[in-house]
């Protein structure tokens, strides 16, 4: 993955009105803290936040202290109803570090055929891997999986230098077979025994 550049200013005012002023300016406050350094509060282009946030575990670099650190997004703060991006807390990772991140499973194929339905268990996969090379996600082939098979966390390739950060048998998708049958059946069993009473 490759890196995202932003611009950055730091904060010097603090509280909700300085807050409003600089979202009112297209800012987004934010906060970088991590490697025992002081918190680092800074003012962030919304737009471009907004689409570097887009990229699951975007790593972006910053311009902090004179110098472009990399950062991954910790803890993202958006308003209830517009789902504009409030605040948004980053973490500092430095290159060749290893870190833990939730990635996207995303799935590809079709499942037997008779309606059975595909269960995600695990929307994202815990795995740890270097800072500067997140998998955006990982991909799982289902193609021609029956009701009742399920695919476990150590059943995914995960890439190069990638290991898994959840337990190995953890269960991450599972075919669920179609239930069109039972209730057809249990409408059978209820229009006999009305039949007989």
């Known amino acids: 993955m490759s890196e ?38 800074l003012n962030l282009p919304g737009h471009d936040l907004m689409l570097a946030l887009k990229t699951p575990n ?9 110098k472009q650190e990399f950062v ?5 703060q958006r308003e209830a109803i517009k789902r504009t991006i409030e605040h948004v807390d980053l973490l500092l990772v430095k290159r060749g570090e290893k870190v833990t991140v939730e990635v ?4 590809e194929g079709e499942l037997a055929p ?11 996969l815990p795995i740890e891997a270097e800072a500067t090379h997140l998998p955006e996600a990982v991909t799982v082939s289902v193609e021609g999986l029956e009701a009742g098979a399920s695919i476990l966390a150590k059943d995914i390739t995960l890439p190069s230098g990638a290991t898994l950060a ?23 069993e209820a229009a006999e025994a009305e039949a007989e009473a």
Request: overall charge negative; glycine content about 10%.
């Open 4 to 41: 995202i550049r932003l611009a950055a200013e730091p904060r010097t005012e603090f509280g909700k009105g300085a807050a409003r002023r600089a979202r009112r300016a297209g800012l987004v406050p934010a906060v970088v803290y991590g490697h025992g350094h002081a918190p680092v509060h």
């Open 58 to 66: 975007a790593l972006i670099s910053l311009p902090i202290d004179g």
């Open 72 to 76: 991954l997004p910790k803890a993202v």
């Open 104 to 107: 996207p499973v995303h799935t």
């Open 114 to 124: 008779g309606g059975n339905l595909l269960e995600h268990v695990l929307n994202a």
């Open 166 to 188: 959840v337990d190995e048998d953890a269960v991450v998708l599972q075919v669920i077979g179609a239930q069109v049958e039972a209730v057809e059946e249990e409408a059978e």
